[in-house]
Every structure is written in structure tokens, then in C-alpha cells.
């Protein structure tokens, strides 16, 4: 006997297998890209296939009998139990039936709700026994009912359903476009894991099109947000469909890299099925690219992981493109070892396919059966229905039972109006009493609101005149500075007194409820005037009080300006120790004014920031001159900044001062109207 290995009578065995695996390759159908997706059902953000579904379906089983029995009427939750229990354990005749159990309580007890449920749980089972047809019409009437309830969740899981029953079919068109719906729901709905999943379907659905930009565009989106939620076995499964989409562009050294960043990010015990795809697909783009020594790593680094996982499909898979590389290797003995073992494996897969399919032909004829046997049921019991109803009129007589019908109807209509028109008068008055209530709690804030404006406004300038008039009655002030203190305390009671105006304008504009009098405004002047104001209480304290606000035009309330503008002052001068520096500036931002108040004081503590952005009525410190302060300041700077629509912000640091800055829409010195409201 030859010992040469090349012999041809060693060699007829091994073609004769080669030929085998072949012929058994080309038998097996090719793998959709929609299909492959479908089955990764590995990934953490995949949707569950029923917020009913169970784990373990032989125990959900058991819990949904015991419920059944003790459930009172209406029991459309317990049949919808039972069915999903048993679509779980492949019982499809019986979920079936307890799904068209659950859809008849449904609808007779106007359950809508429930019903749009059973509509999909009823398309579930048909894709379950092979009726694409029925569960498309199942499908649709539950998305029609989901979106009559504005149920967005449950629109996006049905808009997924479709997707699967479209990609099943090689729908890829209307696949993407259930996919795609379902993600831009599930973003909509703030969770972003199944709005990344969705959008992987989607670019799985255009890759199978061969519409590559496309698919790139969807797995670069569903790449990023599942990176952005550390999701690394879903970003695993995206990487992979690019890499894919990559091969298929014939751009394989990216399609490696990708590979490569994917098994990076996997941890290296979470999914092996997911681990051993990426190493075959790695031996496959060396493969493309003729290093046959890195391919054969790659592949034998993926064996054991398929092995572990269970996956005898992707096993055979790898035994017969391991064969293939070490025929062209020259490998002989090695390839008809692994050849045996694909051989075997394919055996086996396909063994297991038959059974299941024949499982699934006894099943579908054995349902048929009963379905014909239900319907001859159904009319035989119509039938008997029948009769007993023409004897129970006999019996009871039509006249009798007529008359006794509309009496009874009669009575219970007058007693329907009568009711409803005594709900109709109470919910008017209840409604009139709520009015009321709202109306004089409207009064009592603005009320409270106003004791609160005047008690903490006129405090500063009242301050100032009993100082100014403290100092004249002493006698100590010169006669030569006497004139210029009588005018600066006749300047200062104007402006009291215009404040007071002010404040008092504002609280009937609150109590009236007229909101916010918006108009253009010289920011500058408002300034100018709150700077006089607050000057004596300044120079008291030896603090600089300086103007360096440029002519700007706004559009905002001028009493609600110059109160945010007095209260930022007053609380630099407050906290802004002698020989310090209090500074009104201003810049422009696009179609904002920001006016910022500096000064040089003390600063603000850290644990205090947080308190103060808050602004809680009542939390106040005292200045440096042990100035005394109610709190209500910078709320009352806050929410007139937020009603003319600007927002309130401060910088300090401890020890160097603060910075509080405002914005305010800035206006057309032509036309008057705000440049934001122009420009949109």
C-alpha cells in the first residue's frame, strides 16, 4: 500500500468529502443580513417580545391557570397570560385560542386598551404559525388602535413587530421603514438603548439593499449612542455590521480595523457567539487579502469559542472555511480532519431543522384541523342558540314581554337624564367654585408679593435720607457743602418717591393680572438713574461706584429693569468693603444685551453658591458693615429677568469679588422689535 499521503487512493475519500460538503453548502440557504440581525437576540437593549413574556414559560404557565381560575370577569388579562405562556412553550393551537378568548372580553367589555394588546399579541402568534398575511392585519389593526390612545410606547414595540415580519419576507423597503419609525418613537420616549437598536435594524435593512451610504449613516448613529450608554455587547453587534458593510464595499483593511475596535471593547466572558463572529469575521478580511497565516488564527481562535456557546451552525461554519484555508495551504490532513468535523456538524444541524420543521408542518395541519372542527362547532351551537331563543319567546310571550321591555327602557332613560342633568349643574358649580379659588389665591400672592416689593425697595433709599438727615441735624456739614447735600437730598426724595410710584404701578399691573409691559428701552438711562440712587450709600461706605454701561437698546419692563438692576447694586455695595469698587458694565451677544454687576467684596463661599442659586425667599447674609438684608432681592431679580426673557447667573470666588450678569433681549432701534423675534 502507498504511503504518500497524495496517493490517489488516499485522495478519492477526501474529494469524495470535499464534493459532500459542497453539495450540502449549497443545499443550505444563504443568511440574510436581516436574518442574521434577527437572531441576535443576545443584545441587552433588544426589546422583550412581550411585557408578558416570562423566563421560564412552563412556570408562567402554571401561575397563569391558577389565575385563570380565580380571576373574576372581565378575565382578558388572564387569557392574554395564558397565551403568551403557551406561544412561549410552541403550543400554538392553544394560544390561539385563548388569544381569541382574550380578544372577544376585550371587546365586550370596551376594554380599548386591552384590545389594541390582543391585536398584537394575536399577530405574534400567526408569524408563529407561519400566516405572514394574518399577522400583518393583525399588526396594523393594533397600530391603528395605539395610535387612536397616543400610546407611543406601544407604537414603536408593534412598528418593531412589522419590521421583523417585513425583514422575514426580504421586505427590506418597509423593514427600514418600521424600523425607523420604532427608533424615532423609543428616542421620542427618552430610551436611547432601544433607540440604538432600532437604528442598527435600519442599517442592516439598507445594507442587505446594498445602499451603502445609507447603512453607514444608520450604524454610525447606532455606534455612537451605544458607546454613549457603555453598552459593549450591543456596540459589539454594530461594529460587526460595519465591518460587514466594510467587506461588501471591499474595503477590507477597514472592515479590520473595525473588527479589531469591536473585540477591543468586549469583555472577554459575555457573549462568545458574539466573540467567535468577530474572530471569523477578522480570519475573513486576512483571507481577502491573502495572509492565510493570520486567517488560520483568527479561525482557531474562534472554534473554541463557538464550541462554548453551543452554536453548532456557526461551528460548521468555521470547521468548513478552516477546511477551504488549509486545502490552499496545502494542509491535506488537516483539511479533511476538519471537513469530517463540519461534515458531522452539518449532519446534525440540518437533523435538528428537519425535525423542527416537520414539527411545525404536524402543528399547522393539526390546527387547521381544529380550526375546521371549531367552526363546525360554532355553527352547530348558532344553531342551538337559535331554538332556545324562539322557545323562550313562546314560552314568555312576545306581547307581555315586549311591554314590560319599554317600560323598563322608558324608566330607565327618564332616570339617565335626570342624573345627568344634576351632574351637569354640579360640575358647573364646581367648576365656578374652582375659579373662584384660583382667582383669590392669584390675589393673595400678588398681594404678598407687593408687601414684600415695598418692604425690601424703599428700605436702601429711606436708609439713605435718615443718614443725609442725621448728618444736616448735627450741624457738622459746612455751609458751603450744605447746598450740594439740600440737593442731593431733593434728588433723592424724587427718586424715592418715583420708586415708590413704580412699586406701586407694578403691584396693580399684578393685581390686575396684565403681565409683563414690554417696550423699548435705553438700558443706560435705567442705570444711571439706579446709580444715583444708591450713590450715598456708597460714598458712606468708601465703595467706588462706577457707570461703564454702553448706550444699548432693549426691549423689556423699565420698572422690572430698573428693580433688578437697584437689587444687584445694593447687594455689591452690601458685600463690598470700604475702598472697594462697584462696576455696571455691559456687552452685546448676538441678539442679547448681557449687563454684568462687578464688584471687589468679599466674594461668596462655596457651600453658599448652591443656596444662593437656588434664590429661596428668606436665606440672606449679613454686608460687611453688618447690613441686614429679607432675602427677596435676587428672587425678585431672577423672576423679572426670566418673565423679560433673560436668565440670572453669577461667578465669584472667595475673597476677590462677584460677578452678576443678566441678559435681555436686545431691540431694533428702527422698528422696536426684539432682533431674537426678527431673526425667527
Known sequence: ????????????????????????????????????????????????????????????????????????????????????????????????????????????????ATTALTYDLLGRVQVARGDSGRARHWYRRALTKFVQLRDQRNQAIVHEHLGDLYASQQAWEQAAGSYQQASFLWQRLTEPARAAVGL?????MYLAQDS?????????????????????????????????????????????????????????????????????????????TGNLAAAERYFLR????????????????????????????????NAFKALTQHILLADSVAAEERRSEV????????????????????????????????????????????????????????????????????????????????????????????????????????????????LLNLGSVPPERLATHMDRLTRTLNTTLELLDNLLNWAMTQMRDEGVQTRVLPLEVVAAECVALLTLDAERKGVELRNELPPCLVRADENMCRLILRNLLSNAIKFTPGGGTVTVSGR?????????????????????????????????????????????GLRLCQEFTELNGGRLTFDSVEGQGSVFRFTLPAADPETGVALSAAAG
Open 212 to 288: 451603502f451610504p445609507q447603512a453607514l449613516q444608520y450604524l454610525q448613529q447606532s455606534t455612537q449612542r451605544s458607546r454613549q450608554l457603555h453598552d459593549s455587547v450591543a456596540t459589539g453587534y454594530v461594529l460587526h455590521s460595519v465591518g460587514q458593510l466594510y467587506m461588501a464595499m471591499g474595503k477590507y483593511p477597514a472592515a479590520r480595523q473595525v473588527y479589531l475596535e469591536a473585540l477591543a471593547a468586549m469583555p472577554r466572558r459575555q457573549d462568545l457567539s458574539l466573540l467567535a463572529m468577530l474572530y471569523e469575521a477578522l480570519a475573513a478580511t486576512h483571507d481577502s
Open 588 to 632: 452685546r451677544r448676538g441678539t442679547e444685551w448681557e449687563i454684568a454687576v462687578t464688584d471687589t467684596g468679599v466674594g461668596i463661599a462655596p457651600p453658599n453658591q448652591e443656596k444662593l442659586r437656588q434664590a429661596t425667599i428668606g436665606y440672606t447674609t449679613p454686608g460687611t458693615a453688618r447690613e441686614e438684608g429679607t432675602g427677596l
Open 200 to 204: 442598527h435594524a435600519v442599517g442592516r
Open 1 to 112: 500500500m502507498c504511503s504518500c499521503f497524495m496517493c490517489p487512493a488516499r485522495l478519492l475519500p477526501l474529494l469524495f468529502l470535499w464534493l459532500c460538503a459542497h453539495a450540502v453548502r449549497g443545499m443550505q440557504p444563504v443568511p440574510d443580513t436581516a436574518s442574521s440581525f434577527l437572531t441576535q437576540r443576545k443584545l441587552p437593549a433588544q426589546l422583550p417580545t412581550s411585557p408578558l413574556s416570562s423566563p421560564n414559560p412552563a412556570e408562567s404557565l402554571r401561575i397563569a391557570q391558577r389565575r385563570l381560575q380565580i380571576s373574576p370577569a372581565p378575565r382578558t388579562r388572564a387569557y392574554m397570560r395564558m397565551a403568551v405562556a403557551l406561544l412561549d412553550l410552541r403550543r400554538y393551537n392553544e394560544a390561539l385560542e385563548h388569544a381569541q378568548l382574550a380578544l372577544q372580553q376585550g371587546e365586550a367589555y370596551r376594554d380599548t
Open 302 to 333: 474562534a472554534v473554541p469559542l463557538a464550541q462554548r456557546s453551543g452554536n453548532k451552525r456557526q461551528l460548521s461554519n468555521l470547521y468548513l472555511s478552516l477546511s477551504e484555508l488549509h486545502r490552499r495551504q496545502g494542509r491535506f490532513p
Open 359 to 470: 414539527a411545525e408542518i404536524r402543528m399547522r395541519y393539526e390546527t387547521e384541523k381544529k380550526e375546521q372542527e371549531i367552526v363546525a362547532l360554532q355553527k352547530e351551537r348558532h344553531r342551538q342558540e337559535a331554538n332556545l331563543q324562539r322557545q323562550m319567546w313562546w314560552r314568555n310571550g312576545l306581547g307581555l314581554g315586549a311591554v314590560l321591555l319599554l317600560l323598563l327602557a322608558g324608566g330607565l332613560y327618564l332616570a339617565r337624564r335626570r342624573q345627568a342633568a344634576i351632574n351637569g349643574l354640579l360640575s358647573r358649580k364646581n367648576l365656578a367654585i374652582q375659579r373662584q379659588k384660583e382667582e383669590l389665591d392669584r390675589l393673595n400672592r400678588s398681594k404678598d408679593m407687593l408687601f414684600s416689593v415695598i418692604s425690601h425697595d424703599l428700605r436702601s433709599p429711606l436708609s439713605s435720607l435718615y443718614t443725609l438727615l442725621s
